[in-house]
């Protein structure tokens, strides 16, 4: 991610959420250390991003959102094979998120990384729980495998 895909970014967030991120908010993570910031793109359009925040040995991701029109193509499993990859890169053993209590459909996706809850931030986005998610030994074989199959599960839906 840079500067200039923050303004399709805000879009996306602006479609998704009902307190988002604010412009400030963006360049302030792009610049802090150990954040890690990438974008999906179509046709060369910003269609979604997702962030990673490295406090070694956990990875913690701190933004996953897909544009609501560009759903169900598996950018966001792509997005989270990327980050995943770069937290594992960087040393990470561990990886957590929250994720709205009410949004099956990311908590499916990050149990299929092996994300599994373990409590509930009450009221962390303000009007709705969070639930918290985690998956250890991300640096383990066991885990390249199973990240191994989901590449290849993404490569053949394409």
Not at 112 to 123: E, L, Q, S, T
């Amino acid at each position: 991610m840079t500067q200039g895909d923050i303004e399709r970014c805000l879009v996306i967030e602006e479609q998704t959420y009902p307190m988002p991120w604010t412009e400030t908010i963006f360049l302030d993570e792009l610049v802090a250390s150990g954040r890690e910031y990438l974008v999906a793109e179509a046709e060369g359009a910003v269609v979604g991003y997702g962030g990673v925040m490295l406090v070694l040995p956990e990875a913690h991701i701190t933004s996953l959102t897909v544009d609501p029109a560009q759903r169900g193509r598996a950018i966001g499993t792509r997005l989270m094979l990327a980050l995943t990859d770069e937290a594992r890169e960087a040393g990470a053993r561990s990886l957590t998120l929250e994720v709205r209590a009410s949004n099956k459909n990311a908590q499916a996706l990050y149990t299929k990384f092996g994300m599994a809850p373990v409590g509930i931030r009450k009221r962390y986005y303000r009007d709705e729980d969070a639930l918290i998610m985690w998956v250890h030994d991300i640096d383990r074989p066991e885990y390249s495998k199973s990240l191994d199959s989901i590449r290849a599960g993404v490569e053949v839906a394409s």
